[in-house]
């Protein structure tokens, strides 16, 4: 199990990469709806180095100043947690959509050249 705090992308990829993919005749592909575990732990790599999940989870300004306003919110118990999240939730699934379409070729390299390792030994 790698620390996600501390942890890359490629980190988790190549961790799960089993999981993560699919074959179409032989050819490989990544997978359109990894385990959950798996996809969250991408998203919050991903967003550990970029720090763009505001940007991912919403298309407008007003959008990602709603979400900031509302967290701020849920922090001062003006709104509960669960409410916080569960507005929020298709944000995140959609969020995470996006990342996982952005590393889809990174898995298939990374299958690709563990299975080129594999072969030479």
């Not at 940007?55 to 118990?77: K, P, R």
């Amino acid at each position: 199990m790698i620390k996600l705090e501390k942890a890359t992308v490629t980190d988790v990829i190549q961790e799960n990469i089993d999981d993560l993919m699919a074959f179409d005749y032989d050819e490989p592909l990544a997978i359109i709806n990894p385990p959950r575990k798996i996809a969250d732990q991408i998203m919050e790599v991903s967003v550990r180095a970029d720090g763009d999940a505001l940007d991912l989870m919403s298309s407008t300004w007003e959008e990602v100043n709603e979400i900031q306003a509302d967290m701020c919110a849920a922090f001062a118990g003006r709104i509960s947690h669960d409410d916080f999240f569960i507005k929020y939730e298709k944000n995140y699934k959609m969020a995470k959509i996006k990342v996982l379409d952005a590393f889809s070729d990174r898995i298939v390299e990374i299958h690709q050249h563990n299975q080129s390792e594999a072969e030479l030994c």
